[in-house]
């Protein structure tokens, strides 16, 4: 597995020993999804809104986290997959598009993320 | 300030412009407008919006007001970026177990 984050986006590469069409489902079917990224902080929850889906290829969910005394901020996140030769799947996760406008072309963020380093 | 307000803030140009030219050092209202083709009281404005985000810090001098990039402003942005950074290796794991648990 491989991330990385840049300054808009982050994004993960695993490989899974099962095939699309398993990870697909436990990508869509809600049960599957809270068993493996409903929140741990308390009283935190997860809004997550189906925005574009390719099956057994590629997923968006508009992505807003809650946390008790703090509001979220909206997000997106988007599932890639792509079997392999070994019949399983690799994943990539990219989470980005943090308040959409942020990320506009002249938004020169990386100046203001070194300001703040 | 969390993360959501700042993101708010840097979500206009202009402000985000502004905040661009106060990276080079403190400016007065006055000196940063010559820069923009908005009138005084929209930079006002966009400062104040700035501030109330934590991002810019406000010294008055007489009639005078002059505005500073905060240097810790992006420190919840930043919190809440590492906080995803570790997020999703750690759930890429429990979609392992999920899967194993899975029926075919």
């Not at chain 1, 809600?30 to 741990?40: F, I, K, Q, T």
């Not at chain 1, 925005?51 to 508009?62: F, V």
């Not at chain 1, 070994?86 to 308040?99: A, M, N, P, Q």
């Amino acid at each position: 597995m491989t991330s990385k984050a840049s300054e808009n986006e982050i994004v993960v590469d695993c490989e899974l020993d099962a095939p699309p069409g398993k990870v697909w489902r436990a990508l869509t079917v809600p049960e599957l999804l809270d068993a493996w990224l409903a929140p741990e902080a308390p009283g935190a929850r997860i809004d997550r809104r189906l925005l574009a889906a390719e099956p057994n290829r590629s997923l968006r969910y508009g992505w807003r986290e809650e946390r008790p005394g703090e509001t979220g901020v909206d997000s997106v996140v988007t599932f890639h997959l792509v079997e392999t030769d070994r019949g399983g799947t690799r994943l990539r996760i990219v989470h980005g598009e943090f308040s959409i406008t942020m990320m506009a072309a002249n938004c020169n963020i990386a100046a203001c993320l070194r300001w703040a380093a | 300030m969390t993360a959501s307000a700042i993101f708010r803030a840097l979500s206009d140009p202009t402000r985000r412009a502004v905040l661009e030219r106060l990276a080079g050092g403190e400016m007065s209202v006055s000196a940063l407008k010559g820069g923009f083709d908005v009138s005084q009281p929209a930079i006002s404005q966009h400062l104040a919006v700035l501030r109330g985000a934590g991002l810019v810090v406000e010294r008055r001098e007489g009639r005078h007001a002059y505005y500073r990039v905060e240097p810790d402003g992006l420190i919840p942005v930043l919190d809440w970026i590492g906080r995803y950074r570790a997020f999703w290796p750690s759930r890429v794991e429990r979609l392992k177990d999920l899967l194993r648990e899975m029926d075919q």
